[in-house]
């Protein structure tokens, strides 16, 4: 069965620091794969997307994320973390045939200035 | 563009009461329609999804319902709340496929006392 894994339930980081956000997925085909983001009490919005191609993809604020197949591994990536970025960060995969996308639990970040 | 409408934000409701959640969706046709639930460290759990209209797919067995009246109108319903029915449930849309973005409405905070 389709699954998503997002091992770190929360993680802290200082402003201005390096940030990756773990997600591992199982799937039985090249999966399509997503990162929202939640700001608290609001809906999700759309960081990134993965559906073939360059393994490296750009999403909106500074994200990137990066498919190793080889891990089934869909991490979330950020250079230097913004206090703004403090919200919950969720990794979705898309299910062929069904129309649907199952999320991990998610991990919530937290910035420190 | 397209907008989604979700109510409403807040709800508290007793136990045994019955309940309705309306979603609305704007500048698309067909879209293929979700409810999620968002309980306290558990993710996101996918409800319902329907493709069309009066066409529905239960996730979780329980006691609410969906229902799907017009093309762009989705209704989450229970009869009788339960304690453990109390969450944020999130309405989304997206064009359909499972390579489609889901496109999500700010929530409604339900709490069943």
């Known amino acids: 069965a389709q699954s998503v894994t997002q091992p770190d339930i929360h993680i802290t980081v200082s402003e201005g620091a390096s940030l990756e956000l773990r997600c591992n997925y199982s799937?039985?085909?090249?999966?399509?794969l997503f990162w929202y983001v939640q700001s608290p009490g609001q809906g999700l919005q759309l960081l990134l997307k993965?559906?073939?191609?360059?393994?490296l993809v750009q999403g909106i604020k500074g994200f990137e994320a990066e498919f190793k197949r080889s891990q089934s591994s869909f991490n979330l990536r950020k250079p230097s973390v913004h206090w703004s970025d403090a919200a919950e960060y969720f990794c979705?995969?898309?299910?062929?045939?069904?129309?649907?996308?199952?999320f991990g639990t998610g991990t919530r970040l937290q910035v420190f200035p | 563009s397209q907008t989604i409408h979700q109510w409403p934000a807040t709800l508290v409701q007793p136990v045994g009461s019955p309940l309705s959640l309306e979603c609305t969706v704007e500048?698309?046709?067909?879209?293929?329609l979700y409810w999620y639930r968002q309980a306290a460290g558990r993710g996101l759990q996918l409800l319902f999804y329907?493709?069309?209209?009066?066409?529905i797919s239960s996730e979780v067995p329980q006691n609410l319902s969906a229902s799907r009246p017009q093309d762009r109108q989705f209704i989450l319903s229970s009869k009788k709340l339960l304690l453990s029915d109390s969450g944020f449930y999130l309405c989304?849309?997206?064009?359909?496929?499972?390579?489609?973005?889901?496109?999500f409405g700010n929530g409604t905070r339900l709490t069943v006392t």
């Open positions: 989304a849309w997206s064009l359909g496929g499972a390579d489609s973005p889901l496109h």
């Open positions: 799937y039985g085909a090249t999966p399509y």
């Open positions: 993965y559906f073939s191609g360059d393994t």
């Open positions: 979705a995969v898309g299910v062929r045939l069904a129309d649907k996308l199952i």
């Open positions: 500048g698309t046709s067909n879209p293929n």
């Open positions: 329907s493709v069309g209209i009066g066409q």
